[in-house]
């Protein structure tokens, strides 16, 4: 609605100002210079952008201080890797965090690391891949919990011991709030789409 009414308002300012420019009783300065502040001052209202002061600013501040004082150091979600979370202090409600590595060095296996430690500290998890099916998926989730090889999983070379153990991990990952999203070629508007939905449902 806001998108709309910024675009009508721009509309009808730049219909009145094509008229203004038809009209020869003013000169070409003077109607330039009411173009210019008129779109400017449309940009402007446009913007929307809170604005703090430092009072405000500080409060705050102090605020997630005291939050972070009585979590012990570390209010964020742990990523369970004692040397990443002391570099990241955790994963931020109002912060993204974005993980750059050259391909096949370990991202992939590093978050997989993150979402299943991060369910054993008791948070809800939303995992989301665009490379992976969602059956290639699992054997490496499950290995990060079991402490198995992924490929041993996929390929179901596994010893009797190893297969109790998927089973186990299995049933541990059914009892969790844990939620995946497997989809090549997801668009950002998409991924919000699913981030909001699962938000009000769960």
């Known amino acids: 609605v806001r998108e709309y009414a910024d675009r009508r308002a721009m509309i009808s300012t730049l219909a009145e100002l094509l008229a203004e420019g038809y009209d020869d009783s003013s000169k070409s300065r003077t109607w330039m210079d009411s173009v210019g ?10 913007t929307h952008v809170d604005v703090s002061d430092a009072q405000t600013s500080l409060h705050r501040f102090w605020k997630r201080s005291v939050q972070i004082q009585q979590a012990g150091g570390l ?14 202090v955790g994963f931020w409600c109002d912060q993204l965090t974005t993980l750059g590595g050259r391909p096949s ?3 992939s296996a590093l978050l997989e690391t993150c979402a299943v430690n991060a369910i054993h500290g008791g948070k809800r998890v939303l995992y989301v891949s665009v490379e992976m099916s969602e059956l290639s998926m699992w054997p490496r989730l499950l ?9 041993a999983i996929q390929t179901q070379t596994l010893t009797n011991d190893g297969m109790a153990d998927v089973r186990r991990s299995m049933n541990w990952f059914m009892d969790k709030p844990f939620r995946l999203v497997t989809k090549s070629g997801i668009t ?3 991924l919000r789409s699913i981030v909001r939905r699962e938000h009000n449902r769960h």
């Open 143 to 151: 290995a990060k919990h079991c402490r198995i090889d992924s490929m």
């Open 75 to 88: 209010p964020g979600v742990r990523s369970g890797i004692p040397s990443l979370d002391q570099v990241i």
């Open 105 to 107: 060095s370990g991202k």
């Open 37 to 46: 502040a008129r779109i400017s001052a449309l940009a402007a209202d446009a």
């Open 188 to 190: 950002i508007g998409e």
